[in-house]
């Protein structure tokens, strides 16, 4: 006898929000969160001091908040901040959950779920990758104008055949940066599930493949955002060359000092996109 997969349709209704975001919603409201903001940004590996740009912040431990994931990564810090960046309203995550760390995907696009509780109007994502494409330097920043996923599981099954559609604010986004001079790359982000790093021969596949940087993070949270017609735009840092591109080892000490390194540009990126991006 087969057994039909469990695809979950009551929950996974188009633009729906499971319960326990309302939950969320709920007591961040009651902890002084404003009704709606502007723009939400998730902040990726190291990426987390970009919290203290924030103007008129509140800033609320994950570990406060019932029904939160917690983060577990070094570099990752945990709070949800509110405040403005240029007098808009914003919504950062200061730390984002991985499948690695042992979350279903579900938890992982949690932030997005929360971003759309709020009402944001985009939502910028940021991360760490590693540099597959050979042009690509540690501390280059690159705009993400698609996705290979590893995985096709690291969406829940949509009753409406969910269809990745972020491309319109990724082109915007490119051509805002370049006429403010901010040098940026574009390219494919192919996702892995981790927590390993890839083999030499998996990265010469996936630069076959057509991608240009590799990560553990941003495609769950871009397909959810598609799902919830939340317009977003991600960038990554590349803060190492990926296996097998130099002879040097892979660790995280590497993705922490890249982040240190580029932290300004990348604040400075991540404001005018606020600000300007349309
Ligand atoms: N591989 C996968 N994920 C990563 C890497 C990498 O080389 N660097 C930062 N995140």
Same mark, same amino acid.
């Given at each position: 006898?087969? /057994? ?6 009551? #929950?996974?209704?188009?633009? $729906? ?10 007591? %961040? ?33 994950? $570990? ?25 309203? !914003? ?18 696009? !949690? ?24 042009? #690509?330097?540690?501390?280059? %920043? ?8 590893? $995985? ?24 805002? @940066? ?7 790359? =574009? ?19 996936? =630069? ?16 959810? @955002? $598609? ?5 977003? !735009?991600?960038?990554? %840092? ?7 591109? /130099? ?10 000092? @890249? ?20």
């Amino acid at each position: 006898m087969t /057994t039909k997969p469990d695809i979950s349709l009551k #929950f996974w209704n188009h633009m $729906s929000l499971p319960e326990n975001i309302h939950g969320i919603r709920n007591y %961040l409201l009651d902890h002084g969160a404003p009704d709606s903001v502007d723009a939400a940004i998730i902040l990726g590996s190291g990426l987390g001091g970009f919290g203290s740009e924030i103007e008129n912040a509140l800033s609320l431990p994950y $570990s406060e908040i019932p029904g939160m994931p917690q983060s577990t990564v070094e570099g990752h810090t945990g709070s949800l901040i509110f405040g403005e960046i240029h007098g808009k309203t !914003v919504l950062a995550f200061s730390g984002r959950f991985h499948y690695y760390e042992g979350y279903g995907f579900d938890k992982t696009i !949690v932030p997005v779920q929360i971003a759309h509780a709020f009402q944001a109007e985009k939502l910028i994502i940021s991360n760490a990758a590693g540099g597959i494409n050979l042009d #690509f330097r540690v501390g280059d %920043l690159m705009i993400i104008d698609n996705i290979i996923r590893q $995985s096709k599981m690291l969406s829940p099954p949509d009753p409406n055949r969910l269809i990745y559609d972020q491309y319109e604010l990724t082109n915007k986004a490119y051509k805002l @940066a370049q006429e403010s001079g901010i040098e940026v790359k =574009r390219g494919t982000y192919l996702f892995v599930t981790g927590p390993n790093y890839e083999t030499k021969a998996e990265i010469h596949a996936f =630069r076959y493949l057509g991608g240009d940087a590799v990560g553990m993070s941003t495609a769950p949270e871009l397909m959810e @955002a $598609s799902r919830l017609g939340l317009k977003a !735009v991600a960038i990554s %840092l590349i803060t190492n060359a990926a296996a097998g591109v /130099t002879d040097q080892k892979l660790d995280h000490a590497e993705v922490k000092e @890249a982040a240190e390194f580029k932290k300004d540009e990348f604040a400075n990126l991540v404001k005018l996109f606020i600000s300007d991006l349309e």
